[in-house]
C-alpha cells in the first residue's frame, strides 16, 4: 500500500503533472498533442509526464478509436489514498490509546 | 488529504506535551522505531507539530493540539498529507468517473 500511495504522491508532487490531473477532471480525456497546443512545454515532455502518471495507476489510455491515444483518469485513481486515509485512522487510534495508558498510569513527577 | 482523532486524558497539558515532545515520553507509547521524526515547532504545552515518514512512504504532517479541560486534558491529532491534492481530485471526480 505504501509503495502505491508513494507512486501516486511523487506523481501528483509535480505542478505540471497537477495540471494535467486538474485538465482532466474538466475535459474528461486528453492526449499528447492536445496537452502540447496547451502546456509551455516540449511534446516530450508532455509524454514523459503522461507516462509518470500512468505508472502511478492514474491515468490509462483509452481504447484506440483513430491514429490519437488519448488518456483518461481511471476510475480507481483515489483508492490509495482512501486506503491511507483508513489506515491513518486507525493507527492514531491505537496510539492515542497507548498515549493515554502512558500517561494516565505513569505521571510525570 | 487529512486525518482528524481525539482522546481525552487524566493528565495534566504538561505531562501530555511531555510524553509527546521528548523522546524519553514517546518511547512510553509510540513503538515505530522505523519512522523519524523531524519537530516543525513547539509550542508548550499547547501545541507541537512533526513530520515524519517512513523510507519508502511520503513525509506527513503531525499536528498535536492539547486542550486544558476542568478536569483532564484533551488531544487532538491531525495528520496531513499536504502535497496530495485530495479535495481538487475528488471534488469533480464524480463527474469523470460517471
Same mark, same amino acid.
Given at each position: 500500500?505504501?509503495?502505491?500511495?508513494?507512486?501516486?504522491?511523487?506523481?501528483?508532487?509535480?505542478?505540471?503533472?497537477?495540471?494535467?490531473?486538474?485538465?482532466?477532471?474538466?475535459?474528461?480525456?486528453?492526449?499528447?498533442?492536445?496537452?502540447?497546443?496547451?502546456?509551455?512545454?516540449?511534446?516530450?515532455?508532455?509524454?514523459?509526464?503522461?507516462?509518470?502518471?500512468?505508472?502511478?495507476?492514474?491515468?490509462?489510455?483509452?481504447?484506440?478509436?483513430?491514429?490519437?491515444?488519448?488518456?483518461?483518469?481511471?476510475?480507481?485513481?483515489?483508492?490509495?489514498?482512501?486506503?491511507?486515509?483508513?489506515?491513518?485512522?486507525?493507527?492514531?487510534?491505537?496510539?492515542?490509546?497507548?498515549?493515554?495508558?502512558?500517561?494516565?498510569?505513569?505521571?510525570?513527577? | 488529504?487529512?486525518?482528524?482523532?481525539?482522546?481525552?486524558?487524566?493528565?495534566?497539558?504538561?505531562?501530555?506535551?511531555? %510524553?509527546?515532545?521528548?523522546?524519553?515520553?514517546?518511547?512510553?507509547?509510540?513503538?515505530?522505531?522505523?519512522?523519524?521524526?523531524?519537530?516543525?515547532?513547539?509550542?508548550?504545552?499547547?501545541?507541537?507539530?512533526?513530520?515524519?515518514?517512513?523510507?519508502?512512504?511520503?513525509?506527513?504532517?503531525?499536528?498535536?493540539?492539547?486542550?486544558?479541560?476542568? %478536569?483532564?486534558?484533551?488531544?487532538?491529532?491531525?495528520?496531513?498529507?499536504?502535497?496530495?491534492?485530495?479535495?481538487?481530485?475528488?471534488?469533480?471526480?464524480?463527474?469523470?468517473?460517471?
Amino acid at each position: 500500500m505504501s509503495d502505491q500511495i508513494g507512486a501516486v504522491f511523487a506523481a501528483l508532487s509535480d505542478p505540471t503533472r497537477r495540471t494535467v490531473v486538474q485538465s482532466l477532471l474538466q475535459e474528461g480525456s486528453t492526449s499528447v498533442p492536445a496537452l502540447t497546443a496547451t502546456l509551455p512545454i516540449s511534446r516530450q515532455a508532455v509524454a514523459k509526464h503522461l507516462a509518470a502518471l500512468e505508472d502511478a495507476s492514474l491515468l490509462e489510455r483509452m481504447p484506440q478509436t483513430g491514429r490519437e491515444v488519448r488518456y483518461r483518469l481511471r476510475g480507481d485513481a483515489l483508492a490509495p489514498a482512501t486506503a491511507w486515509l483508513k489506515d491513518a485512522e486507525s493507527a492514531w487510534e491505537g496510539r492515542l490509546g497507548r498515549l493515554k495508558r502512558a500517561v494516565e498510569k505513569d505521571p510525570q513527577p | 488529504m487529512e486525518v482528524r482523532r481525539e482522546i481525552e486524558v487524566e493528565a495534566s497539558p504538561e505531562e501530555v506535551f511531555e %510524553a509527546l515532545a521528548t523522546e524519553e515520553g514517546r518511547e512510553r507509547w509510540l513503538d515505530e522505531p522505523d519512522r523519524q521524526i523531524h519537530v516543525e515547532s513547539l509550542d508548550p504545552p499547547e501545541r507541537l507539530v512533526w513530520w515524519w515518514g517512513g523510507a519508502d512512504e511520503p513525509a506527513t504532517r503531525v499536528d498535536f493540539r492539547i486542550v486544558a479541560l476542568p %478536569a483532564g486534558t484533551r488531544v487532538v491529532v491531525t495528520e496531513s498529507m499536504p502535497s496530495f491534492p485530495l479535495a481538487g481530485l475528488s471534488a469533480r471526480f464524480e463527474l469523470v468517473a460517471a
